[in-house]
């Protein structure tokens, strides 16, 4: 093993780093010591802004294979071999908490994929319940505010001033579905490798043809479901706040893997408005009855970050990352999320934020983008523009593979609700179709929660639980009574 011995960031050997200069041995520290200088300086930059929201995440390393090729249905390259293997890295995150929350609160879960394809990154952004507080992306940054702690006493949401929160709840009908969700004890959670994931989002895949088919994203752990109650996510987060990030590391540098089954729901456009919701509404599920899942493949995640920083905090994802063969849907949502995440990742780790290892393809890069900050990527040549002659016509554009969609829009440019919002008929059936634990634990959650707010606020939300289920609505008012 070779010696390694310390330098400053130049390259200069350092033969102490535990004494700075001084005049004498007691004197006064002399400016000219850059070794001193240097490290102070790095250690005070050491910190990059928080994440807005998934803020304390956990990370792991692994591949993709397809169970058998998709072509059928999208021309993406990942999904046609089944004896290739894609690499990923994927972030587990507790979303409204800061970097210190513990990782059992009752909150919602990310689960964020990066494939590493033939045809650069491929980003699959979910959480781990299936629909979400709202369906239009100009709330998301109302919904945030109303999630996090109090801009006058920093407090946060789950503490006893929690009106806040279902002040807003209690304005927003279409929240009533997601309520009924991360309620339940799939919002308090102890382990990543036992948790289910989902697009939310409705996207596209389409085949060489031309022809695109609406999807839904699921991804189901084969090691099964696993959760905790609110009484175990207290005591948990009392005594060991980082159960789930250490759970999936330790598993991990065992030796063991951690597997997740990916299985899609498809639907064919013309379809869309024979539905009596709205498929393209973020706050619905696609009853599996209708639109049954369909295995696509297998992901297994087998290796740990070597340096949590440089792999984990600094990975960076956006759903407009996307591969030929995948679109996006008209969801608003996602309209919105396509601009929000590239955006925030800027702000947050600088415009050139895909050139970091973590979140570089692994295929070449060629475009005229240039400069910023941490450039490390530089274009090379005088041509840093399209079209040229002098740098021989390079980079040219990327022929097209297959048939383009090309879908056909017209309408009136307007700010209006979605025709199909029934904000309440698949929160009543999301009630319904749990046993009677799970009913008494959804009801005794919200009521725990919901006894913190002012009277006028209960009253409202409780117009929306009884529209939802009368019985679940009288039981979260007895509660709240009692």
Not at 18 to 41: M, W, Y
Not at 107 to 133: C, H, I, M, S
Not at 418 to 430: L, N, V
Not at 474 to 480: C, D, P, S, V
């Amino acid at each position: 093993m070779r010696d390694e011995y310390l330098t400053t960031n130049q390259g200069e050997p350092v033969t102490d780093d535990q004494n700075s200069l001084t005049v004498g041995q007691r004197g006064p520290t002399l400016l000219q010591d850059i070794v001193l200088l240097e490290k102070l300086a790095h250690f005070d930059r050491e910190r990059i802004p928080e994440r807005v929201v998934h803020a304390k995440g956990a990370g792991a390393h692994g591949y993709f294979k397809v169970y058998k090729s998709m072509g059928s249905y999208t021309k993406a390259k990942f999904l046609q071999d089944p004896s290739k293997e894609t690499p990923v890295f994927v972030r587990f995150s507790v979303v409204i908490g800061s970097r210190g929350v513990a990782d059992t609160v009752r909150d919602v879960r990310g689960f964020a994929v990066k494939f590493y394809t033939e045809d650069g990154n491929y980003d699959l952004v979910g959480n781990n319940l299936p629909v979400f507080f709202i369906r239009d992306a100009i709330k998301f940054p109302d919904l945030i505010h109303a999630l996090k702690p109090d801009p006058v006493s920093n407090i946060p949401v789950d503490s006893a001033a929690n009106s806040r929160f279902w002040d807003y709840m209690s304005l927003i009908p279409e929240a009533t579905h997601m309520l009924t969700w991360v309620f339940s004890d799939l919002g308090t959670i102890k382990s990543y490798r036992f948790m289910e994931g989902f697009g939310v989002n409705t996207y596209k895949w389409i085949n060489a043809k031309g022809k695109a088919m609406l999807i839904k994203y699921h991804w189901k752990p084969l090691g099964g479901v696993q959760y905790i109650d609110s009484k175990e996510a207290k005591r948990l987060a009392g005594i060991d706040p980082d159960i789930a990030s250490r759970d999936l590391f330790n598993t991990l540098a065992s030796g063991k893997t951690v597997e997740y089954e990916l299985l899609i729901q498809m639907m064919n456009l013309k379809d869309q408005d024979k539905q009596d919701f709205d498929p393209l509404d973020a706050t619905k599920i696609w009853p599996e009855d209708k639109f049954p899942l369909m295995p696509v493949g297998k992901m297994v995640l087998n290796r740990n970050p070597q340096n949590f920083f440089a792999e984990v905090e600094q990975s960076a994802f956006c759903p407009a990352a996307i591969v030929p063969g995948i679109d996006f849907s008209n969801d608003k949502l996602l309209q919105g999320r396509i601009f929000s995440y590239g955006d925030t990742q800027r702000y947050r780790l600088g415009a050139n934020y895909l050139e970091l290892p973590i979140n570089r393809p692994k295929v070449p890069v060629n475009n005229n983008q240039q400069d910023g900050f941490m450039q490390i990527m530089p274009n090379m040549g005088s041509a840093n523009y399209y079209p040229n002659t002098i740098g021989g016509g390079l980079p040219k554009h990327a022929p097209e593979t297959g048939i383009p969609e090309n879908p056909y829009v017209e309408g009136k440019v307007v700010r209006e609700k979605i025709s199909k919002t029934d904000d309440y008929t698949q929160a009543g059936d999301r009630y319904r179709s749990m046993n009677k634990t799970e009913q008494d634990h959804l009801v005794s959650n919200i009521v725990e929660n919901l006894s913190c707010a002012d009277k006028a606020i209960q009253d409202r939300m409780l117009v929306h639980f009884k529209k939802a289920d009368k019985e679940f609505g009288n039981r979260i008012a007895k509660g709240l009574k009692g």
